[in-house]
């Protein structure tokens, strides 16, 4: 039934048939009456975990229940979760523009963030970043300290975080380059910290991931503080890597093939940033 | 029927839309797509169940949305990035053949 997908659209030969399209259709909508009766004449299941939450609030060293649950009752989740994403990123730096692709004034790898003076001037742009950037950073400082009590914590100011890069790669004027040591000290610190919290605190209390009462508070603080910075550099890094990402005209060899070394030499920066507006992913 | 009934439709609406798109879309691109409004779906579908047991939300619920949105976009990202890859191996292979 699948088919290999394809990259070219207007195409009708790679579309399915008429009457398996139909007939999948209707299994779905089967499935989906069936699944829709199911669960709107179920009973409600009660769940004993929203009061268990409730009792143990004071112990969590939080007062927002989500956070609590988030880093202290199931932080093996939260610490998995800082995992999978490092995966993504390990994943995404071999292809990230560690070359001088798009800056070519920029020596590979030397520092995290770089400013691209040879950018074409957009004085609005850069009036708005100005006051723009420095506010989300703010935004995102508040957001992770307000998660102890409200709605917030390390993963919506890591998003904001990242945000804020994106716009500063969208102007123009800044390049991060994820192979800076910076780099990957910001996208390790927060499984780092994590590990080290989980095993650090079992030498006290006997059990991995269970801290102590009166440092509780302390030490989820310092997770999320880590935890934001890794999954803002790591949201990033992907924006970063997929953004950059050359499609070539088919005349040309692909970036793929040439050596990393070979890349910064070949391939000239007006080049790749003309393929890369005419055909590359749109941000 | 209840608030809660029709935002369980909607869910289960928007998860059989994106399974019909995952199954029947062409273009890699779409499938991803499908396949994040599917996950949309479910965490509709988990954030309702945590409103309907309590006065209170549940908030392991929440929780588990929260995980599963940031799992979500790191999943999509490295889809995203397979399909880079696909597209210019399988053009370099395209080129080879002719």
């Keep these: 039934m699948f088919k290999t997908p394809e990259f070219k659209e207007n195409n009708h030969a790679n579309e399915l048939p008429f009457a398996t399209r139909i007939l999948c259709a209707t299994a779905i909508g089967a499935l989906g009456l069936g699944l829709i009766f199911a669960l709107i004449l179920s009973e409600n299941i009660s769940s004993s975990l929203p009061a268990l939450v409730q009792q143990n609030l004071t112990q969590s060293g939080v007062q927002n229940p989500v956070t609590a649950?988030?880093?202290?009752?199931?932080?093996?989740?939260?610490?998995?979760?800082?995992?999978?994403?490092?995966?993504?990123?390990?994943?995404?730096?071999?292809?990230?523009?560690?070359?001088?692709?798009?800056?070519?004034?920029?020596?590979?790898?030397?520092?995290?963030?770089?400013?691209?003076?040879?950018?074409?001037?957009?004085?609005?742009?850069?009036?708005?970043?100005?006051?723009?950037?420095?506010?989300?950073?703010?935004?995102?400082?508040?957001?992770?300290?307000?998660?102890?009590?409200?709605?917030?914590?390390?993963?919506?100011?890591?998003?904001?975080?990242?945000?804020?890069?994106?716009?500063?790669?969208?102007?123009?004027?800044?390049?991060?380059?994820?192979?800076?040591?910076?780099?990957?000290?910001?996208?390790?610190?927060?499984?780092?910290?994590?590990?080290?919290?989980?095993?650090?605190?079992?030498?006290?209390?006997?059990?991995?991931?269970?801290?102590?009462?009166?440092?509780?508070?302390?030490?989820?603080?310092?997770?999320e503080t880590a935890a934001t910075l890794s999954i803002a550099a790591i949201l990033l890094l992907s924006y970063n890597t997929l953004a950059t990402q050359t499609f070539e005209s088919s005349s040309e060899p692909s970036v793929f093939d040439k050596q990393p070394s070979a890349l910064s030499e070949t391939s000239a920066p007006n080049e790749t940033l003309q393929s890369q507006t005419a055909e590359g992913p749109k941000p | 029927m209840t608030q809660e009934s029709l935002y369980i439709i909607a869910s289960i609406g928007l998860f059989g839309i994106g399974l019909y798109g995952v199954i029947v879309a062409p273009h890699?691109?779409?499938?991803?797509?499908?396949?994040?409004?599917?996950?949309?779906?479910?965490?509709?579908?988990?954030?309702?169940?945590?409103?309907?047991?309590?006065?209170?939300?549940?908030?392991?619920?929440?929780?588990?949305?929260?995980?599963?949105?940031?799992?979500?976009?790191?999943?999509?990202?490295?889809?995203?990035?397979?399909?880079?890859?696909?597209h210019t191996l399988s053009r370099d292979s395209d080129k080879d053949d002719h």
């Design chain 1, 69 to 223: 649950v988030l880093l202290n009752f199931r932080s093996y989740d939260t610490l998995l979760e800082i995992g999978v994403l490092l995966t993504v990123a390990i994943a995404m730096l071999p292809n990230s523009n560690f070359n001088s692709d798009i800056n070519p004034h920029m020596p590979g790898g030397s520092r995290l963030v770089s400013v691209v003076n040879s950018a074409p001037v957009n004085p609005p742009l850069e009036a708005l970043l100005r006051w723009l950037i420095p506010m989300i950073i703010v935004m995102a400082g508040y957001m992770l300290w307000t998660g102890a009590a409200l709605p917030g914590g390390a993963f919506q100011s890591g998003a904001l975080l990242a945000g804020a890069g994106v716009l500063a790669q969208l102007s123009g004027r800044l390049q991060f380059c994820f192979t800076s040591t910076t780099a990957k000290l910001l996208l390790t610190i927060g499984l780092i910290t994590f590990v080290m919290v989980a095993v650090g605190v079992a030498t006290t209390t006997g059990v991995i991931l269970q801290y102590p009462l009166e440092l509780a508070a302390p030490l989820i603080l310092l997770i």
């Design chain 2, 28 to 86: 890699i691109l779409r499938k991803i797509l499908a396949i994040n409004i599917m996950s949309v779906g479910v965490f509709m579908l988990l954030v309702v169940s945590a409103s309907n047991m309590n006065s209170t939300p549940d908030p392991v619920l929440h929780a588990m949305v929260l995980t599963g949105i940031v799992v979500a976009i790191a999943g999509t990202a490295l889809a995203l990035l397979l399909a880079v890859k696909i």
